[in-house]
């Protein structure tokens, strides 16, 4: 069993930054960040081994959006830049303990998820 403790979301204007942190009670095989929009699916946002730290990001956020972890406390990160009000969702970090290389973009792939926070760019 895996608890993640997310934080870090909030009120920001466009253009601003804003980084999320997710706390993990265990070393995990991928932790990610999902977001979910009012009346949208939830959707990929961007994940990383934690073996190798090999990153993946959505194209959505590529060149703004980073992740990244800190091994020693089983956190990961997700630095947001330059964002935008179609950035606003809530957001929600995830983790598996299994090997999920080649679907590590599925929300289905991972069976732990955070509470989610919320994060609101406004124009």
């Known amino acids: 069993q895996v608890q993640l403790v997310e934080s870090g979301g909030g009120l920001v204007q466009a253009g601003d930054s804003l980084t999320l942190s997710c706390a993990a009670s265990l070393r995990t095989y991928a932790m990610a960040w999902f977001r979910q929009a009012p009346g949208k699916e939830r959707e990929f946002v961007a994940a990383i081994l934690w073996s190798d730290g090999n990153t993946y990001s959505a194209d959505s956020v590529k060149g703004r959006f980073t992740i990244s972890r800190d091994s020693a406390k089983n956190t990961a990160y997700l630095q947001m830049n330059s964002l935008k009000p179609d950035d606003t969702a809530v957001y929600y970090c995830?983790?598996?303990?299994?090997?999920?290389?080649?679907?590590?973009?599925?929300?289905?792939?991972?069976?732990?998820w955070g509470q989610g926070t919320q994060v609101t760019v406004s124009s």
């Open positions: 995830a983790a598996s303990l299994r090997a999920i290389y080649s679907r590590i973009t599925v929300v289905g792939s991972y069976r732990y």
